[in-house]
């Protein structure tokens, strides 16, 4: 049975996990506590053995012995190995739940597409879900042990009317090497085609529906989701957890013990003189050092989850539940429905469900609405008045990053990126006659920032100058000679009338470029 504590906690309080510690069925101390015993005998009597039988000549090799397992402990990385070990076997053993064929899915779409109220009605969606229960008992009879020994021969299939005796000899006449779990899947795909040829459903939207019900794609095919879930506990059997991968852990973890049985052992200085350690009977640290094997017992108990633990899968009352719900959903409850009418709150908006006693105090609570609802924004009236958008404006350094570009090198320069007046004609600054008013005069400009603009620009100019003409056919690049030598002159005077502490460095103009 599996061990359930979800109710104890529910509520978050002191004690309540620990209360969980002095559980025993399913818990750690179950699945330790007979290799707890062997290993504190066995400490116990090399123990003896070193303080009553050992002379003091061989007590030496001895402590040698014992020091060059303390040496070698340290290779065995034990956290690691065993959370290496055990999350792939976590992760496989959760998609092995999820794995499980579930009717339920199923069993609505019969009942709601499957019609006839008669005998033959009834049979058909009758015969359709025990199909789909049949496919799920055979899978499970192929990996659970529980399930072989409830139903160990095909017999106890018919006796307990998973299947007629006719489906039995048809079955068994069927002759194939492998798992026949998939015959019933096909007998429902079969039967439901003739249920849609008889009038039974109303139309092939509903037919499709049957068979694709919750399809994915595996394998380049369309498969229907209980059949694929089938297929992987069957596969997930098939195929296990690698032996060697299992053996390296097992065998690291017992030999990690083994040595803490001869190193962890009180022992006497080699050395006359020399400090000895603190004699303690009990090794406390290494018999909590133990419970590390509690991870690999969990390893273990959850590599295989279809067997007969405290913690595998109830198989066999999963069964009994899937048979008794989905028969009672497609023949019971076929059209079976209460009156409809109007509901208590008819006339009432908004609808408020009412409280009991105990859990009233929740009507106190306001609602939630988002975090930032309850934040006030009428502190200062002024930020909430309206205000047309500025007029975009170019990028220009701040002193920050002029104290941050002065110190970079000469190779990143805006040519180096191919950011010029060639490459990018629209980013280049408008010029503007100083007499005409400029759109960008309500913003503050560094004069460093658009002295190194301009010099790249004219080296950019008169480079284009110096080019020889382009063949014929192809675009020449308008030159201006005379105007970027005017333009260069200017340049130079603004630097000129610049403070000698903000005079611009080669490096700094080629950094600066960068923005």
């Known amino acids: 049975m599996t061990i359930s504590y979800t109710l104890k906690v529910a509520d978050s309080h002191f ?36 303080r009553r039988l050992l002379t003091e000549d061989q007590k030496h090799p001895y402590t040698k012995v014992a020091q060059y397992c303390n040496r070698s402990m340290d290779l065995i990385p034990m956290s ?26 199923l069993m609505c779409v019969i009942s709601s597409n499957v019609h006839g109220k008669n005998e033959r009605g009834r049979i058909l969606r009758r015969t359709l879900i025990r199909y789909v229960n049949l496919s799920a008992v055979l899978i499970l009879r192929s990996v659970s042990t529980r399930v072989l020994k409830r139903f160990p021969t095909m017999d106890h299939m018919v006796e307990a009317s998973f299947m007629t005796q006719d489906e039995r000899k048809k079955l068994e006449s069927l002759h194939s090497d492998f ?48 059949w694929a ?42 050395e006359p003189g020399q400090e000895e350690d603190l004699d303690m009977y009990i090794p406390l640290s290494t018999l909590l050092q133990f419970f590390y094997a509690g991870w690999l017992k969990v390893a273990e108990q959850i590599i295989n989850t279809f067997g007969e633990d405290d913690d595998d899968f109830e198989t066999n009352k999963l069964i009994d539940r899937n048979l008794q719900v989905s028969l009672l959903s497609v023949d019971d409850m076929y059209q079976n429905l209460p009156p409809a009418g109007k509901d208590k709150y008819w006339n009432e908006s908004p609808v408020q469900p009412p409280y009991t006693t105990a859990t009233a105090a929740e009507t106190l609570k306001p609602s939630f609405l988002g975090s930032t609802f309850d934040m006030c924004m009428c502190e200062d009236p002024e930020q909430n008045q309206p205000v047309e958008a500025l007029p975009s404006s170019p990028h220009t350094r701040t002193p920050l990053l002029t104290h941050f570009l002065a110190a970079a090198s000469p190779a990143v320069s805006l040519k180096n990126f191919g950011w010029g007046s060639r490459a990018h004609p629209h980013l280049r600054r408008p010029r503007v006659d100083s007499s005409s008013p400029s759109p960008y005069s309500n913003h503050s400009e560094d004069p460093e920032a658009v002295v190194c603009i301009e010099k790249e620009q004219m080296e950019d100019e008169e480079s284009q100058a110096s080019k020889p003409p382009m063949p014929d056919g192809h675009l020449k690049a308008p030159q201006q000679p005379e105007a970027s030598k005017a333009r260069k002159e200017e340049l130079l005077q603004i630097q000129a009338k610049a403070p000698a ?3 611009i460095s080669p490096d700094q103009q080629d950094a600066a470029g960068l923005l």
């Open 229 to 270: 879930k089938c297929s992987m506990l069957f596969h997930y059997d098939w195929i296990s957890i690698l032996l060697v991968y299992t053996q390296v852990v097992t065998i690291a973890i017992y030999s990690f013990f083994a040595f803490c049985l001869i190193q962890r052992q009180f022992l006497e200085p080699l």
């Open 501 to 503: 502490s903000e005079s």
């Open 179 to 226: 798992n026949k779990y998939w015959i019933p899947c096909v007998w429902f795909t079969n039967l439901a085609a003739q249920a849609r040829r008889d009038g039974r459903g109303r139309n092939d939207v509903a037919l499709r529906l049957l068979m694709d019900m919750s399809r994915r794609r595996a394998d380049g095919r369309e498969l229907n989701l209980y």
């Open 15 to 50: 004690g309540s996990f620990s209360k969980l510690l002095f559980c025993w069925k399913g818990s750690i101390y179950m699945l330790l506590y007979k290799g707890f015993i062997v290993f504190v005998v066995l400490y116990a009597a090399l123990s003896l053995v070193y």
């Open 80 to 105: 690691f190995v065993l959370g290496f070990h055990v999350t792939p076997i976590v992760n496989r053993w959760w998609a092995q739940y999820t794995s499980i064929p579930l009717p339920d899915q």
